[in-house]
């Protein structure tokens, strides 16, 4: 089912048509246009690797979460690829601020929330010292009828395990439970 | 499966795992990001902004800007 919402998310929110449904429970609208920002990312051939909480949930842990985290190539094709993709699911001029000059160079980590304000997207090609893109273990995997590109459990532990954020460590935990991981 | 017993409420507790792929962890999903959306007392302030640092990012998403 595709569904535009770009008119709908900046002209009114009341017009968005119906939600599609997925058993007896409708998607959010934030389900919904995560997966749309997914199909474009695909659609367009950006390179990238969902992280954080939202590639929790695609392993099979469901999670409550506000954002949605991104791995991206740092190169200026895929930034552009990038920028085609969000200006297809959003008619949002401030997408053209997203530049591979900030990327690439001394701003590794953009945000960018979208017109309803209700989630961001958090996009980086850097962490810190310890990751780069070419540091990651990259799946594919379902989100609903959608594959995507996701960090693998094991480097989703890495990047969990070691920061200080209390919910992290925990998340660490039950990543290494359940997918028998070893510490180095 | 409408009724479940547990031993402790450590056992109730545990996390839910399901397969990707599983019809179930999506409708799961939806659910827990409509009731958060709905539950969410703030929205973020629409736009780009740069960061030097997932540290600093960090810091300023936990800062949401503008109440609902």
């Not at chain 1, 990312?41 to 409550?64: K, P, Q, S, T």
């Not at chain 1, 893109?133 to 070691?162: Q, W």
């Not at chain 2, 969410?40 to 503008?66: C, N, W, Y």
Request: net charge negative; charged share 25%.
């Amino acid at each position: 089912m595709s569904t535009d919402i770009r008119r709908a998310v900046v002209l009114d929110p009341a017009a968005a048509p119906p939600c599609p449904t997925v058993g007896r429970y409708t998607h959010s609208v934030d389900f919904a246009t995560i997966k749309q920002v997914l199909a474009a990312f695909e659609r367009e051939g950006v390179r990238y690797a969902i992280f954080g909480a939202a590639a929790l949930n695609l392993h099979g842990l469901a999670r409550f979460t506000e954002d949605l985290d991104v791995f991206l190539q740092p190169t200026e094709g895929n930034i552009a690829a990038l920028r085609r993709a969000l200006s297809g699911v959003f008619d949002d001029p401030s997408i053209e601020q997203i530049t591979a000059e900030d990327l690439l160079g001394d701003y590794p980590a953009i945000q960018y929330v979208p017109p309803t304000g209700t989630f961001h997207l958090d996009l980086l090609t850097r962490l810190g010292e310890a990751f780069t893109y070419a540091d990651l273990e990259i799946m594919r995997i379902p989100f609903d009828d959608v594959t995507v590109s996701v960090v693998s459990p094991r480097t989703l532990y890495r990047m969990k395990r070691d920061t200080v954020r209390l919910k992290d460590k925990a998340d660490a935990a039950l990543l290494k439970e359940r997918f028998g991981i070893e510490d180095p | 499966m409408p009724v479940r017993k547990f031993r402790s409420v450590e056992e109730m507790n545990q996390p839910v795992w399901r397969e990707p792929g599983d019809a179930a962890l999506y409708s799961t999903i939806a659910a827990l990001w409509e009731t958060g959306r709905r539950l969410q007392k703030h929205r973020f302030q629409p736009g780009v902004r740069r960061f030097r640092s997932i540290d600093e990012l960090e810091m300023a998403a936990d800062t949401p800007s503008v109440d609902r």
